[in-house]
């Protein structure tokens, strides 16, 4: 997904398999859409997507939601040539004994999957599956992800919510005053100079956090910020400590 309608135009966010959006604007080669997981807003290529009828966009809103868990798995269509390859964290939209259906174009599907509110120790788990990925602007998957686009995935594996960028997420949850409120799977989040959230992580046991930063990594986390021990100084001041789920 890209900022602008153009090739040259940076990503701003990535659409994984199984997600639905509705269109708000189109041109003969990229078509706006805006996501129906969390409204996210942005330019995609029109050969890039399958239209649904009314229909089974309507049922798709109701299907409980399962979501891959395997870095990458191969599903195997009804044509010869019909094998995408979808990520973790995309939706499996009508899974039923190992196939998925997407109008009248199945695919089995043969990987792990999760479903339902999970909870804190499996979210911590989560998040450490997606431990080295590296940093990409606008990813969400563990060939590349950002800082929020991690946080928001590692909550839908677990079950929960979250909008896609960090100033978003920080309007959410409720405030601790100290970090050694804090349980593993509270999530932690970093101003810049101007005061403007731009950076959050997940927080773990023993004063430590795991984030996306230049790769998802784990670093120490104190009332200053983030101590990223192999630079020998604090990365990122900061600003408030939220808490998602109970």
Not at 16 to 21: K, Q, V
Not at 34 to 43: K, P, T, V
């Amino acid at each position: 997904m890209r900022g602008e309608p153009s090739d040259a135009s940076e990503q701003v966010n990535v659409v994984l398999f199984g997600e639905s959006f509705s269109i708000l604007e189109e041109q003969p080669k990229w078509v706006r859409i805006q996501l129906d997981h969390d409204g996210y807003e942005g330019w995609i290529d029109r050969l890039q997507y399958q239209p649904l009828s009314p229909s089974y966009y309507k049922l798709l809103a109701t299907t409980p939601l399962r979501v891959s868990l395997d870095p990458v798995q191969l599903l195997q269509g009804t044509g010869p040539t019909d094998y995408p390859l979808i990520v973790q964290g995309a939706y499996l939209p009508f899974l039923d004994a190992g196939t998925i259906r997407l109008e009248q174009q199945s695919y089995s599907f043969e990987g792990a999957f999760t479903t339902g509110k999970k909870d804190r120790a499996d979210l911590v788990d989560f998040a450490f599956s997606y431990l080295n990925a590296p940093y990409q602007w606008g990813g969400r998957t563990p060939f590349g992800i950002d800082c929020s686009g991690f946080t928001q995935m590692v909550y839908r594996l677990a079950g929960h919510y979250l909008p896609r960028d960090a100033s978003q997420q920080a309007r959410k949850g409720t405030t601790l005053s100290f970090l050694e409120e804090c349980k593993p799977g509270d999530l932690a989040f970093f101003d810049n100079a101007e005061g403007a959230i731009t950076h959050v992580g997940i927080v773990l046991d023993d004063s430590h956090i795991i984030h996306a930063s230049g790769r998802v990594r784990v670093d120490g986390l104190d009332h200053s910020g983030i101590y990223n021990a192999e630079l020998g100084r604090h990365t990122h001041k900061l600003r408030v400590l939220k808490r998602m789920i109970d």
